[in-house]
């Protein structure tokens, strides 16, 4: 059987994966701070009925919630048509209006990471996920969802069928690479990191792929079903589905509906992979021959200027000490050095190493977000003196992103998200922290 709980991982936290393969005790510092859930405030639960889907909201969300539901059911009506199925069920939808509302869920059994943006219930069919401000992340993801939800509901009609059948489960490239093309497709990162694995020959094969678990899956599973889609039809995938019972393995399922064995078709794929990308090698010089390495595992790097005229620093998170930890390094040559460490108490609950930026002054004034409480704060750190010099929280915004510095040095601007989950930019007057709004629209 598929796991209990089917989640999607954003693309972003693909990097997440690869990072964490290479420090594994760091795994847990991208997760949030502490082991229990805390509810920071009660909801008050609404429902919204569709032809298919049950929306959940509560009144922050009014004006999200009509959206969602539509979202979701011209998601429905599509998937309907492309599985050639009906779910038997009505599907509960349920909609935070940022991810530290989403945190404190009690539908998962589990405190959602930062990078999880949406997961499936397995028995129940839930959906849930939150709004980050972003429409277009949130409609991939909602159809993400919805893939999973058509999934589940055709994996155990196939089974009630057939109760005595073998059962055996579908890897993960099949079922998150399904999601992923039938919610959106490809995006630059992913043709990244295929153009990159195909040409240093580390592409997997697809036997390789079925015991992976990694966030790899999503890109490599995408481009095998839109290779599979193109080279032998779509409609093979809702045959897949509805022949499960028929089967021992899902190499025999993938026999008996493509009409290859699982080897022949990781041959037709890994050739075709080669005819994309080879080509690419005249006008593209790899990373190596373009740059050097400045430091290892870093992830959203500022520079800070040395007013000396020197070579200045560069300021960088990263989990290598098993904490995702702000360092700082002298070009070229200097040696990290920590500036602070996150995780480990409530006032640097987590930086949000794949959401947010940092920025540095050439007053030495360092700018990151940090998670408080029930809420961000901006946080000004005085490299020199090692200390923060400033900390600011507003009653009216829940998450703080990318902090950067007007070149007056006396202003910072940041991308902020309100308790409606509506994204705005915001100009904070230093140094009693007057918050002006500088956009004002949902988009």
Do not use: C
């Amino acid at each position: 059987m598929m796991s209990e709980l089917t989640v999607f991982l954003r693309r972003a936290a693909l990097a997440a994966a690869l990072l964490l393969a290479v420090a594994p005790p760091a795994a847990a510092q991208f997760f949030s701070f502490g082991q229990n859930k805390i509810q920071y405030r009660k909801l008050d639960w609404r429902v919204l009925r569709g032809p298919h889907v049950d929306l959940y909201y509560y009144p922050a969300e009014a004006d999200l919630a009509p959206a969602a539901l539509a979202y979701a059911e011209a998601s429905y009506d599509t998937l309907s048509v492309q599985f050639g199925h009906d779910v038997g069920s009505r599907i509960p939808l349920i909609i935070y209006a940022s991810h530290t509302d989403f945190e404190q869920t009690n539908i998962l059994p589990f405190t959602p990471p930062e990078g999880l943006l949406g997961a499936t219930d397995f028995l129940k069919r839930r959906v849930s996920m939150p709004f980050r401000g972003n429409f277009s992340e949130f409609r991939h993801t909602l159809r993400h969802e919805m893939v999973h939800v058509f999934q589940l509901d055709l994996y155990t009609e196939s089974y009630n069928q057939a109760p005595r059948a073998s059962r055996f489960n579908l890897p993960l490239w099949w079922t998150e690479g399904l999601a992923e093309l039938w919610s959106g497709g490809q995006d630059a990162r992913d043709e990244m990191v295929l153009r990159d694995l195909t040409l240093t020959g580390r592409l997997p094969e697809l036997e390789q792929l079925t015991y992976v678990t990694s966030g790899i899956v999503y890109p490599i599973g995408g481009q095998i079903h839109r290779w599979l889609a193109d080279t032998y039809g779509d409609w093979r995938v809702a045959t897949m589905y509805k022949e499960l019972n028929r089967h021992e393995s899902f190499e025999n399922a993938v026999l008996a509906v493509y009409g290859r064995k699982l080897d022949e078709l990781n041959e037709e794929f890994q050739l075709a992979m080669r005819r994309r990308y080879y080509q690419s090698v005249d006008s593209l010089a790899p990373l190596t021959a373009l740059g050097r390495e400045v430091v290892e595992l870093a992830i959203k790097p500022a520079f800070l200027p040395d007013s000396n005229g020197g070579s200045g620093e560069v300021v960088y998170l990263s989990p290598a000490s098993g904490y995702v930890t702000i360092y700082r390094k002298t070009l070229p040559e200097g040696r990290p050095r920590t500036v602070v460490v996150g995780g480990r108490d409530a006032q640097m609950e987590s930086f949000h190493p794949f959401d947010s930026r940092m920025d540095a002054s050439r007053a030495g004034l360092l700018l990151f977000t940090s998670r408080y409480g029930d809420r961000d704060a901006l946080v000004v750190w005085d490299l020199e003196r090692e200390k923060v010099v400033g900390r600011y929280q507003f009653p009216e915004l829940v998450s703080l992103l990318s902090p950067q510095w007007m070149p007056d040095g006396r202003s910072i601007v940041l991308s902020g998200l309100s308790e409606s989950g509506v994204s705005d930019l915001y100009r904070v007057h230093l140094p009693d922290g007057r918050l002006e709004p500088l956009t004002a629209d949902r988009y």
